[in-house]
């Protein structure tokens, strides 16, 4: 049950990570609310005894982390 939350939360990041990649001015600022949502995916996919969920938002948390540190957000 845990890991079906865990998907269906990475499923709401998702959207956001997506949009966020693309580059006009101003637009990566929604991994912002991609990165947190996708943290809580994790944490709740870690409490479930499958791996499906937990990867999914560790994936999620990558692209949007990777993007917000390449824009100059994480230093």
Do not use: D, E, K
Not at 9 to 36: C, M
């Amino acid at each position: 049950m845990l890991n079906i939350l865990s998907i269906l939360i990475g499923l709401v990041a998702l959207p956001f990570a997506v949009v966020g990649i693309i580059p006009i001015p101003l637009l990566p600022l929604i991994n912002w609310i991609a990165l947190p949502i996708a943290i809580v995916g994790t944490v709740v996919g870690m409490a479930s005894r499958s791996n499906g969920g937990r990867n999914f938002n560790l994936v999620i948390v990558l692209i949007s982390g990777l993007r917000v540190m390449l824009t100059g957000g994480i230093i």
